[in-house]
Structure formats: C-alpha cells, structure tokens
C-alpha cells in the first residue's frame, strides 16, 4: 500500500465511487461519480472492484506524487497525463513510480476526468460510501493541496487490455434522451414540444448539483406553487423563468418547481461532460431503468 501526496487539484477533484443510494427517505441524496460508465472503465482497467473509490477532476490541473508507486488509468475527458514530464496514455493502465510526479493537463473535450489507482482511494465511507457530496457536505472535503491520499490494498491481477471500449465526450451538440414527465402537465403541449425541438444551452451557472440552461422558455399551464417533492438526477426541474435546470450527481433530494422530464440514466454521463457553452439537444424516450 501506498499513498498519494496532492501538489494541485485544478478547479475542482473529489474522492468520487457509485454513491449513496437507498437514502433519499432519509434526506440523503445518491452523489457518487458525474460520468459513472467512465468511473467504472477506469477501475477496471486497474483491476479494481467498478466501484472503488477514486478521483473525479473537474477540467484538469491534478498534480499529485506516489509514495510507494501506484499502477493507475484515466478516463473520462481525455487530459494529457504526464509522469515527471512523460506523456503518457489515458484509458491505459500505468506505472507511477515511487517519488515520481503525475500531472493532468486540461482535456481536449469533456469536463470530467477519473483517476483510478490500483486498491482505490482510501478515506473514510460515510453511510456506506467515500464519495464527497458537494451540495450536502458528506463524505471527505474537496481536495486540497497538501493532502495524503492512502491507497487501499490491491486484490487480484491487473488485467491484460489490449483496447478498452471507449466514449469520448462531445465535443459539438449533445444529444440527450428524455422521459416525458412526471409534471409535464404543469406546462402548455407547447412547451414539451419545445423542449424536444429547441438546443438549449449549458450556462457557467453549472457544477456537480446540476447544469443551469439557457433557451427558449419553457411556458406552464398552470400557476400556483407545487409541493415539493422527490427528485432524482436527470431531473429537469423548471423555475418560473421557464428556463430549465438539468440535475447532476449531487441533487438535491426534493424540489419545488415541477419536473417537465427526466434525462435517462444511460445519457447522464453524457450530460455530466458537457462544457458551458455547448448545447443539448433533447429528444423523447419511453421510460426505462434508471442507471445502475
């Protein structure tokens, strides 16, 4: 076992796995990686459960240093990953040795990049998870320069991969399935059918709680105030702006504007990697299961 010295962390890295789910009843929402198939293809490169917990960064800038070496592989936005001034391939896993230095650059498209080590991040699991909720302050503090990350001990063999299946993100117009409902009677049929012909554009009012959009407005049917109610992520939640609010992994648990549509599960990562200033486009699903 080994560790991971932070030097820097860019805009944004956590400690990230599949979350927290189960809890919503309890006021706890589900968190856990943005881009799950991504978090999962890195720690299976690695030979680690897909699970395990490991690094989320938000548009590069990762600096951190082995202690005692750490075979690693990065997914998600494609950075350019440097070991003491090495380039070296992501979606591949590799040898950081002891004392050397790994460096992320800023990626070529996407937001979102997964770092995984051999063993996984290891911090402390609060109920039953080591992912960092941003919105509501579970889970280890966003990292820091300065911190020493532990790795957990390896179990297995590393797998021999000759080419991992991957989805690099968009770097144009994202395409996103959408479920109709489950308040889409709250808007005009004019609206539903906006927001499944028009391009909606992703704001910088955007983080892991969710992606504010900008576009055409979306037009109720009815006035007055909703209760609140259950959310789940790929929530499209609508304020009286008309102007819709798309949730990401750190939703909150219960909302008060109605819901025109959900994301489905299987497109989240998709979402969860678009820049601001790219645009989604949205189009209509049948209902299925929510990502796993």
Same mark, same amino acid.
């Not at 909720?133 to 320069?145: E, F, H, Q, R």
């Not at 489950?182 to 906006?194: I, K, S």
């Given at each position: 076992?080994?560790?991971?010295?932070?030097?820097?962390?860019?805009?944004?890295?956590?400690?990230?796995?599949?979350?927290?789910?189960?809890?919503?009843?309890?006021?706890?929402?589900?968190?856990?990686?943005?881009?799950?198939?991504?978090?999962?293809?890195?720690?299976?490169?690695?030979?680690?459960?897909?699970?395990?917990?490991?690094?989320?960064?938000?548009?590069?800038?990762?600096?951190?240093?082995?202690?005692?070496?750490?075979?690693?592989?990065?997914?998600?936005?494609?950075?350019?990953?440097?070991?003491?001034?090495?380039?070296?391939?992501?979606?591949?896993?590799?040898?950081?040795?002891?004392?050397?230095?790994?460096?992320?650059?800023?990626?070529?498209?996407?937001?979102?990049?997964?770092?995984?080590?051999?063993?996984?991040?290891?911090?402390?699991?609060?109920?039953?998870?080591?992912?960092?909720?941003?919105?509501?302050?579970?889970?280890?503090?966003?990292?820091?320069?300065?911190?020493?990350?532990?790795?957990?001990?390896?179990?297995?063999?590393?797998?021999?991969?000759?080419?991992?299946?991957?989805?690099?993100?968009?770097?144009?117009?994202?395409?996103?399935?959408?479920?109709?409902?489950?308040?889409?009677?709250?808007?005009?049929?004019?609206?539903?059918?906006?927001?499944?012909?028009?391009?909606?554009?992703?704001?910088?009012?955007?983080? !892991?709680?969710?992606?504010?959009?900008?576009?055409?407005?979306?037009?109720?049917?009815?006035?007055?105030?909703?209760?609140?109610?259950?959310?789940?992520?790929?929530?499209?939640?609508?304020?009286?702006?008309?102007?819709?609010?798309?949730?990401?992994?750190?939703?909150?648990?219960?909302?008060?504007?109605?819901?025109?549509?959900?994301?489905?599960?299987?497109?989240?990562?998709?979402?969860?990697?678009? !820049?601001?200033?790219?645009?989604?486009?949205?189009?209509?699903?049948?209902?299925?299961?929510?990502?796993?």
């Amino acid at each position: 076992m080994g560790s991971f010295d932070v030097l820097a962390t860019g805009p944004l890295a956590t400690v990230q796995d599949l979350g927290r789910p189960g809890l919503a009843s309890l006021g706890v929402g589900r968190s856990g990686a943005a881009d799950r198939d991504a978090l999962r293809l890195a720690n299976r490169l690695v030979g680690n459960e897909e699970g395990a917990a490991s690094l989320e960064v938000t548009f590069g800038g990762l600096a951190v240093r082995s202690s005692g070496g750490a075979t690693v592989a990065l997914t998600g936005a494609p950075c350019p990953m440097h070991i003491d001034g090495r380039q070296v391939s992501p979606y591949a896993a590799v040898f950081v040795p002891d004392g050397a230095e790994l460096r992320l650059e800023a990626p070529e498209s996407g937001l979102r990049s997964y770092l995984a080590v051999r063993g996984g991040i290891d911090v402390a699991p609060v109920l039953g998870s080591r992912s960092t909720d941003t919105m509501a302050g579970l889970g280890p503090d966003p990292l820091s320069s300065g911190d020493v990350l532990a790795i957990g001990a390896a179990r297995g063999p590393v797998p021999g991969v000759d080419v991992a299946a991957v989805r690099r993100p968009a770097t144009g117009e994202v395409s996103l399935r959408v479920v109709p409902g489950p308040r889409a009677d709250w808007f005009t049929q004019d609206a539903l059918e906006t927001l499944l012909s028009s391009p909606y554009d992703v704001t910088s009012d955007s983080n !892991r709680v969710g992606m504010r959009l900008s576009g055409a407005v979306l037009d109720r049917a009815r006035d007055g105030e909703l209760p609140s109610e259950g959310m789940v992520p790929g929530a499209l939640q609508v304020p009286p702006s008309g102007q819709p609010t798309l949730f990401l992994a750190d939703h909150p648990v219960t909302g008060g504007y109605p819901v025109i549509g959900v994301v489905v599960g299987a497109d989240l990562g998709l979402a969860a990697q678009a !820049r601001p200033g790219q645009q989604l486009r949205f189009r209509r699903s049948t209902p299925t299961p929510h990502a796993r």
